[in-house]
C-alpha cells in the first residue's frame, strides 16, 4: 500500500512509504508501522486519523507509474519486507489478493 503522512505538510509533500498494510475484516481500521489508523469521512486531503495522535494520512493501493501523490512529488520509501514484491508490481505482476481483480 502506499501510506502518506497528510498532518503538517502542505499537499502531497509529507513523508511516504510503500509497504505492507493490515486491515481489520472490515477495511475500517489500518494497522501501519505500529499504528492504527482509523478509517475517516470529511477530512479534507486524508482518508485514515492515528487513533492516539489524530494525525492523518493518505492511505491507497500503489500506482504503477508512480504517481500516487495527486499534485506533489512522490518519491516513497520503500520497506524493505516489500521491496521484491513493489518491483514486480511495477514490472506487471498483480498484487497479492488482488489476483482476481
Known amino acids: 500500500m502506499f501510506v502518506q503522512l497528510k498532518t503538517g505538510y ?3 509533500h509529507g513523508p511516504s512509504w510503500i509497504g ?5 475484516k472490515t477495511w475500517s481500521t489500518a494497522y501501519f508501522r505500529g499504528r492504527t489508523l ?4 470529511g477530512m479534507f486531503d486524508a482518508n485514515f486519523y492515528d487513533v492516539q495522535t489524530d494525525e492523518e494520512f493518505w492511505v491507497s493501493g500503489p500506482k504503477r507509474d ?3 501523490t495527486r499534485y506533489g512529488p512522490s518519491n516513497p520509501e520503500i520497506e524493505p519486507e516489500a521491496v521484491d ?3 514486480a508490481f511495477l514490472e ?3 498484487l497479492p489478493g488482488r489476483e482476481s481483480g
Open 10 to 12: 502542505t499537499t502531497d
Open 20 to 24: 505492507w498494510v493490515d486491515f481489520s
Open 38 to 41: 482509523r478509517r475517516a469521512g
Open 66 to 68: 508512480r504517481t500516487d
Open 85 to 87: 514484491t513493489y518491483r
Open 92 to 94: 506487471g505482476a498483480t
